[in-house]
């Protein structure tokens, strides 16, 4: 499954962005997506995740309440609307993707990622 994840950039404090992930692949609706982020000096962490369907969501504590996760399957896209954000948010973003049953919190569970992108986020 090839991911293409795009919509980075750069942003000041409280700004927002959205981030988009595609895929050419005819069964996305059957896959269960998830975003993850990766700061310079950590490791990856997970941000979102939604269910095949789009009616399940699962979020880290630290973005609840700024981000959304959100799926248009007719598109064959995964988006990460991402408000409020703050300088800790500055991370290279990477999209993935794993027939789970259930939107999957950690990176173990996702068989496919994309490239990435950078958003960063100036305070």
């Known amino acids: 499954v090839q991911l293409q994840a795009s919509g980075g950039g750069w942003v000041q404090a409280g700004g927002s962005l959205r981030l988009s992930c595609i895929t050419p692949?005819?069964?996305?609706?059957?896959?269960?997506m998830g975003w993850f982020r990766q700061a310079p000096g950590k490791e990856r962490e997970f941000v979102a995740a939604i269910d095949w369907a789009g009616g399940t969501t699962l979020y880290a504590d630290s973005v609840k309440g700024r981000f959304t996760i959100s799926r248009v399957n007719a598109k064959n896209t995964v988006f990460l609307q991402m408000n409020s954000l703050k300088p800790e948010d500055t991370a290279v973003y990477y999209c993935?993707?794993?027939?789970?049953?259930?939107?999957?919190?950690?990176?173990?569970?996702?068989?496919?990622w994309g490239q990435g992108t950078q958003v960063t986020v100036s305070s």
């Open positions: 993935a993707a794993g027939r789970i049953g259930r939107p999957g919190g950690t990176s173990a569970e996702y068989n496919y």
């Open positions: 692949e005819r069964t996305f609706s059957s896959y269960d």
